[in-house]
């Protein structure tokens, strides 16, 4: 008995030891989800007579949540740059006031169902959510449920920042001081690498549709097109943005026009959606300022550890940065000389060789810049001619996220002078630069436009062309700021290693091409290809894939080009004619520049070259194939194989190897000559043998003693 309760006692505290842990672990799962469709207004002013939340709100979880409520909690007014930092990292706030829960419709949902969210609350003197003063206020959407086998408790919050330019019911605030000259950077950049291959003179084989559906009506890249031209009004608005576009998306729509197909070779259904958003594009710019991101808006850091040993060979770095041309070619707008817009962190060396790209401004987010002195406007960077225009790291913060716009906007009010004078409030300058692939919706976008129209109708910001931020002089130096945090974002070193091998296997390949008479195509131009999908590998957008799948694309580009060059396998099996007689390789070159080939032997026993001369590399003409008569021996008679390859003369290998089937009733001469010489050599020592055999046996019965003669014996 006293073992039984000793049992029993032990399994009741590991029970009850337990189960407070697995209470907390499904605590940490999310039991709801909130999705906002609206908020009005996204500015409070002096007129503003009610604040409205709309949306949905979903049961995630797997238990059923009932008594469900929804209010909104105030809270203090945010005064410094790590106040408004906290309140985007989702950390709790003081509040200042809250109204009264409102139920949900229904108020019960099991899981998997939603129910919408309508509140709307007054806003006034006598009003429960008060703003005392102008300035940015945090305001949260606080959805409380009880869920089953639990207790009433917040399942769900959304926090916004709040700009209040003046408080509802009074007359209208004090402005700052001085407006802050603003641009606005709008990128128009692919979230993802869409090209699969792109041969010269091929197809253009994409991996999927994603992109055809983002440049279809309401898609992404058509919804940042759609908005820019709609702020086409607002000429504060117009003159202050500054389209940044991605080279490797204009060139990759203008190739889907012509036509293309997707992975597994379906025919691409984008044809027409990709015209005409290339037309709506290039209206849009006509007259604009552009600035040009990175080809597939690479990680340069990356590209300059790919060939790291060779710093003359900045092949792929200098195609990178070369989008200019593309962008005037296929848009017809010249961008903005010497701009860049790189992404991720750069070093030293990165920047070094930037400088030496021709760029010879970067803009750059101003947390990646060290300097002694507040960083708003340009600056040049030590040791080196470039300047650094720097964009708001804050609200480039703010632009990140689900509500993206609401707090892009708070953050750019506080910036703008409705922080007071305290810390990290006022600039006197302001670039504001939106996530690279910004995925905010068509209506947050112009909404996101319309409002920077009333900060600027406001006197809150000055509107600035890019230009003028550019053309003042730099206010001090400043250092690159790259750090160990910045390794956890950036480019992988098992992809860097294997762009390197990819690399040096191109340069194998271009090394042994020259340029055909008649073709007159560029060994360049048939490499490019290989030479963009490395540069496609080290896109940010890939972050945290692994090596082979970023690398693998390049990978196919090269391999499609060596397969050109290949030899013929024999349909039947070849019959030496002697046993010195010739190889018959025949080599055909599909590509459009000729090629030096080599050919080897290999798995070859019983077979070898007469003449190793006759395998050194010779070139084989464009778009023409060439027999070749190698001079082998067989070293036996009978039925055998060997497999004959070809490779560039510093043994990149080309096409694949293909295998002969031979056979041999005859020895070469020189097999002959060797058997016969051991035939003979082996006969004279055979010979020598026995007559020493002989030789000794005599010797041995003349030294034997005479017989001996008996008394019977005689006669």
Not at 652 to 673: D, M, N, V, W
Request: charged share 20%; aromatic share 4%.
């Amino acid at each position: 008995m006293k073992r039984l309760a000793a049992t029993v006692l032990s399994i009741l505290f590991l029970v009850f030891t337990v189960l407070p842990v697995a209470g907390a672990q499904a605590q940490e799962q999310p039991r709801l989800r909130v999705d906002l469709d609206q908020l009005n207004p996204r500015v409070i002013t002096s007129t503003s007579a009610s604040l409205t939340v709309t949306g949905r709100v979903t049961n995630v979880g797997d238990r059923r949540i009932s008594k469900l409520g929804v209010r909104l909690q105030l809270g203090t007014r945010l005064q410094t740059e790590q106040q408004i930092g906290d309140v985007l990292a989702g950390d709790k706030f003081k509040d200042l006031a809250a109204t009264e829960f409102v139920d949900l419709e229904p108020d019960e949902l099991e899981p998997g169902q939603s129910a919408a969210l309508n509140l709307s609350v007054p806003l006034g003197p006598s009003a429960k959510l008060q703003f005392p003063k102008t300035g940015v206020y945090p305001l949260l959407v606080n959805v409380n449920g009880t869920p089953d086998f639990g207790g009433p408790e917040r399942l769900a919050a959304v926090t916004l920042l709040m700009p209040v330019l003046g408080v509802p019911g009074k007359a209208p605030g004090s402005r700052p001081p001085s407006a802050p000259a603003t641009s606005l950077l709008w990128p128009i950049a692919n979230s993802a690498v869409h090209v699969v291959s792109a041969p010269l003179g091929g197809p253009l084989t994409l991996a999927d549709e994603r992109l055809a559906d983002e440049l279809a009506a309401g898609g992404r890249l058509d919804s940042l097109v759609e908005a820019a031209r709609a702020a086409e009004a607002d000429t504060k608005v117009s003159s202050s943005l500054c389209l940044a576009i991605d080279p490797d998306l204009v060139a990759t729509v203008d190739g889907m026009t012509r036509g293309y197909q997707i992975a597994g070779g379906a025919p691409g259904k984008g044809v027409e959606t990709a015209k005409n958003w290339l037309g709506r594009l290039k209206a849009l710019v006509a007259g604009r300022c552009v600035v040009t991101l990175p080809f597939a808006d690479a990680d340069l850091t990356a590209l300059t550890k790919v060939r790291a040993g060779d710093a003359t060979d900045t092949a792929l770095m200098t195609t990178a940065l070369d989008g200019a041309g593309t962008i005037k070619n296929l848009l017809g707008i010249q961008p903005q000389d010497g701009v860049l817009w790189p992404g991720g962190a750069l070093d030293s060396q990165t920047v070094d060789a930037i400088g030496k790209a021709g760029v010879k401004t970067v803009l750059t987010d101003s947390g990646k810049l060290q300097s002694r002195t507040p960083l708003s406007s340009g600056v040049s960077i030590e040791g080196t001619d470039l300047r650094a225009q720097p964009i708001d790291a804050l609200i480039s913060s703010a632009l990140n996220g689900s509500e993206s716009t609401q707090n892009g906007l708070g953050a750019i009010a506080f910036r703008a002078g409705l922080g007071g004078q305290n810390e990290g409030a006022g600039r006197s300058r302001l670039l504001i630069a939106p996530p690279r692939h910004w995925a905010a919706t068509g209506a947050e976008l112009t909404t996101f436009l319309e409002r920077m129209g009333e900060f600027y109708a406001a006197g809150l910001l000055k509107s600035a062309p890019l230009s003028e931020l550019l053309g003042e002089s730099p206010s001090g130096t400043a250092s690159v700021n790259y750090d160990p945090k910045d390794l956890t974002a950036a480019t992988g070193g098992d992809v860097t290693a294997k762009m390197s091998q990819l690399d040096n296997e191109t340069l194998g390949l271009s090394s042994a091409m020259t340029m055909d008479a008649t073709k007159r195509v560029r060994p360049a131009d048939v490499i490019a290809p290989v030479r963009l999908a490395l540069i496609r590998a080290a896109s940010t957008s890939w972050r945290g894939a692994d090596a082979a799948t970023v690398t693998g694309n390049a990978r196919g580009e090269l391999e499609a080009i060596r397969s050109q060059v290949t030899v013929e396998r024999p349909k039947q099996t070849i019959a030496l004619a002697s046993g010195a007689a010739p190889l018959p390789v025949f080599i055909t070159n599909n590509l459009p520049v000729g090629v030096a080939v080599q050919v080897a032997l290999k798995n070859n026993v019983g077979l070898r070259p007469t003449d190793d001369t006759l395998l050194q590399a010779q070139m084989v003409p464009a778009n023409s194939a060439r027999n070749r008569l190698l001079p082998v021996e067989a070293l036996r008679a009978g039925r055998f194989s060997v497999d004959v390859s070809l490779t560039t003369p510093d043994g990149t290998p080309l096409g694949s190897a293909a295998r002969f089937e031979l056979t041999s009733t005859e020895y070469g001469a020189i097999t002959i000559i060797i058997t016969i010489t051991a035939a003979g050599a082996l006969l004279l020592l055979s010979s020598r043998r026995i007559y020493r055999r002989i030789k000794d046996s005599r010797a041995d019965r003349a030294n034997e003693p005479a017989p001996r003669v008996t008394e019977d014996a005689q006669v």
